[in-house]
C-alpha cells in the first residue's frame, strides 16, 4: 500500500473517515485485527492502526495482502459498523494516494471524487467475490472506476463552465487515461491485458513484482511488455488516433502490442 497523502483544507468523505478510524483505535480500547491466521504477519493481535502501518511500510506478497482483506471484508459483512470504518481506515492512503491522482487538474470535483472513491471501495468490500486472488487489486479497481467516473463525466461535457473566449487546441491526451487505454485496447493498439497492466501499475497501487509473481513470469518480462504498450498508446496519442472521433478501423496502423 502506497504511503502518498495530500494536505486537505476542507471536510471531505475521506478526511472524515479518517476521523473516524482515529476515534477507533485511540486508548483504552482500539479495535484489534488477530493477525495470527495470516502468513507473513506478526503472530499476535494488534490495533488496526498498527495494522495500516505494517502494510504501508511493507512489501507483503498476495497470499498475504489476499489474508488480510477476505478476514477484513469478513469482519465488515458480519461484525457490523465499527468493522467497516476499520477497514476503511486501513485503506485510506491507498485510497486517498489513488483520489488525489483522479483529482489532478479537476480541482472542482475533489469533494466528489473522494465520496465515489470511497463509495466505490466500500461497495466492493461489501459485495466482491471473496475467493480469486488478488483481492486487494480488485477493491482498488473498484475505488479507481467509481471516482474516474466524476471526471470522466466531466470532460463529456458539452461546455466547461470556465470556458475563454477566442480558439485554442484541444487538451493533450484527450481526456483521462482509463479512457485513453480503453480507446486503444477496443481500437486493437493494445491488448486489454497491458491496458490493465499500464493501469494498475501506473495508476493504481499494484507492484509490477507482484502481477509478475502471479503471472509467472519475471518482472523485467512484464516491465518490457508495459514499455512496449506505452509507446504504441503514446504513439497513437501523437497521432491523434485516440481522441474522441476515433477514426475506422481500417485506417489504423495493424501493429498490436501483448
Known sequence: MTTTTRTRTAVTALSTAEHAFKLLTCEPAPLVFDARPVPGLPDTTMPLDELRTLLMFNRYDSDTTDAVWRQLAHHTRRWGPAWVVGAIGV??????????????????????????????FLHALRTADLTPPRLWLRLCWAAWRAGAAVVKADDGEELPPDLPTGSRSPRMPYGHPD????????????????????SATRFGDALIEQLAAE?????????????????????????????????????????TAA
Open 91 to 120: 485503506a485510506l492512503p491507498a485510497l486517498t494516494h489513488l483520489a488525489a491522482k483522479i483529482s489532478r487538474g479537476h480541482a472542482r470535483h475533489t469533494d466528489d471524487v473522494d465520496s465515489e472513491v470511497l463509495a466505490g
Open 179 to 198: 479512457l485513453l487505454l480503453g480507446r486503444a485496447a477496443a481500437a486493437g493498439l493494445i491488448t486489454a491485458e497491458a491496458a490493465e497492466l499500464i
Open 215 to 255: 503471472r509467472g513470469v519475471t518482472a523485467s518480462v512484464l516491465r518490457m511488455r508495459r514499455r512496449r504498450a506505452e509507446r504504441v498508446v503514446a504513439a497513437a496519442v501523437t497521432r491523434g488516433d485516440l481522441s474522441g472521433a476515433m477514426r475506422p478501423p481500417a485506417q489504423r496502423p495493424a501493429a
